[in-house]
């Protein structure tokens, strides 16, 4: 069986190299109805050849077309398995409104748009700005909702600094601490986000809800 599950996760990872969304999306399902737990199938399977052929065209051996598809590929796979996500949630009290962005220049969507969905199942309500949002839509949205949390997604190194124009930008204008702020994408890391002064950084979506639940001061729920 374990060597079944290995064989499986290997076919998803090689599905998003290939670029096959059918096929991707193919094995999303039958993850569901063998049982997986969905972020498994994300993590072990599917992760895993976005990661290669991100790693491919970092090193020159892959090209935009490939990335592409790769990109197509994963975000089919993953929006058949985040009705999955949102059903491990059980009801309960109304944990904080955060609103999620990729920063302005930058449209990478998958990752962020997988914490959004682990916030909402764990309580929170979220509203996703999507991708390419400048600082004062950002801030603009989280006065208009009274977020207590801006999460702030950036997958490129020349867009990563415009999480840091948010931040001066809501210090600027007095908003903090009544506001927090988490960074997250595949370039920060921990000492980019003291640089930065964020609240919290996590390098993935399981840990964006850890860190969201301290930032409400519910950590024990
Ligand atoms: C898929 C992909 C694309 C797709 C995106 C499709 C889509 N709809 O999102 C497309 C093809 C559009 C794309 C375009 C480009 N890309 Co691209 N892309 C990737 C790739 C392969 C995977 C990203 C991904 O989805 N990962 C899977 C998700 C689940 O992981 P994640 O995003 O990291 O998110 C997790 C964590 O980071 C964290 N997290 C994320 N957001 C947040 C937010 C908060 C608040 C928190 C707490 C946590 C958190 O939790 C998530 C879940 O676990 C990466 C390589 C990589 N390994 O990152 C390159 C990569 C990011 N891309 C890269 C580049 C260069 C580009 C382009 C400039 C290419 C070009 N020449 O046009 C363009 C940029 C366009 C733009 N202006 O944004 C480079 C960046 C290099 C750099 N140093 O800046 C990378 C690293 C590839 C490489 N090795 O060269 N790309």
Redesign the pocket.
Known sequence: MTEDLDALYKQMAQSIIDGESELAVELAKKSIELNLHPLDT??KGF?VG??Y???Q???GEAF?PE??M???A??AA?AVLEPELLKLGEAREMMGKVV?A?VE????????T??GTMLSASGFEVTDLG??QSADKIIGKAIEIDAQII?????????MVRQREVIEELDKEGLRPRIKV???????SKDWATKIKAD?????????VK??KELVGKADQ
Not at 200 to 208: I, L, M, P, R, T
Request: proline share 2%.
């Open positions: 994300i993590t992760v976005v990661n052929i991100g790693d065209f970092g090193a935009l990335l592409v790769a990109g197509e994963m975000k993953v999620l990729t220049g930058d449209i990478h969507e998958i990752g962020k997988l914490v991708v390419d999460g702030m997604s950036a997958l490129l190194t020349t867009t988490m960074v997250g994408g595949a370039p920060i919290g950084y996590s390098e993935d979506a399981v840990g964006a860190l969201a």
